[in-house]
């Protein structure tokens, strides 16, 4: 009776239901990705997908290898050259600047700044503030008050260079005066006097030094006695 009432009635409106007490049966994953597959692709078509997405990863590899290699090389040119990566850097940046001066948008942004130099000089509020900028030079300049200025600068520029020059021969007519005058030769005959002296002083006494002594006068007394 107690195997009976396990038995799976197929009568019952619950046939083709899992019971509680079955364990979860293990899918394929496989299957499950086939059954994911994106929309409008059969099988055949996701397998020769898949098959070429690994052949262009596996040649991006090989591409990443061959250009290491090929920067080392390169790193090695560059220093057996004496090339610095200061002078890569500048090189770079050359070359950016480069490609800049003749890409399109620098072309069409110099052509739209010309375009808009020209609408601005050749309009009437700037040829009218030109005009007034140089109607207001000209009447400055040949105002009296700029001419007074003017010439009381270049005469008190000429003043200064007079008195100066006025200064400088003052001052050399007073130092003549003091190398005529009695004081400044009689100080001048002293400081000869002295300077003589003192020339004398050393030649007597080198004299001196050279001259025989008094004790050298007397004849050596040959054989002594003891």
Not at 123 to 140: F, G, P, V
Not at 151 to 167: I, R
Not at 173 to 196: P, Y
Request: glycine share 6%; hydrophobic share 30%; aromatic share 4%.
């Amino acid at each position: 009776m107690e195997s009976a009432s396990q038995d799976i009635n197929l009568n019952s409106p619950n046939k083709g239901l899992l019971s509680d007490a079955m364990t979860d049966v293990p899918v394929d994953s496989a299957a499950s990705a086939r059954t994911l597959a994106p929309e409008g692709l059969t099988l055949a078509e996701e397998e020769e997908l898949r098959s070429e997405l690994a052949k262009v990863e596996e040649e991006i590899g090989t591409l990443r290898q061959v250009l290491a290699a090929k920067e080392r090389h390169c790193g090695e040119l560059k220093r057996k050259l004496g090339l610095t990566p200061l002078d890569g850097l500048k090189q770079n940046l050359s070359k950016s600047w480069h490609d800049v001066q003749v890409s399109n948008a620098y072309v069409k942004t110099s052509e739209k700044l010309g375009e808009w130099n020209d609408k601005v000089t050749q309009s009437d509020l700037y040829l009218s503030a030109s005009s007034t900028l140089e109607d207001w030079n000209e009447k400055i300049t040949q105002s009296e008050a700029y001419k007074k200025t003017q010439e009381t600068l270049s005469q008190a520029g000429q003043k200064t260079s007079a008195a100066l020059s006025n200064v400088g021969s003052v001052i050399s007519r007073k130092l003549g005066d003091m190398r005529n005058s009695a004081t400044f030769k009689s100080f001048e005959d002293r400081v000869g006097t002295i300077k003589s002296r003192v020339v004398g002083s050393r030649e007597n006494s080198t004299d001196g030094l050279h001259s025989p002594s008094g004790a050298g006068d007397k004849p050596p007394q040959d054989n002594a006695p003891f």
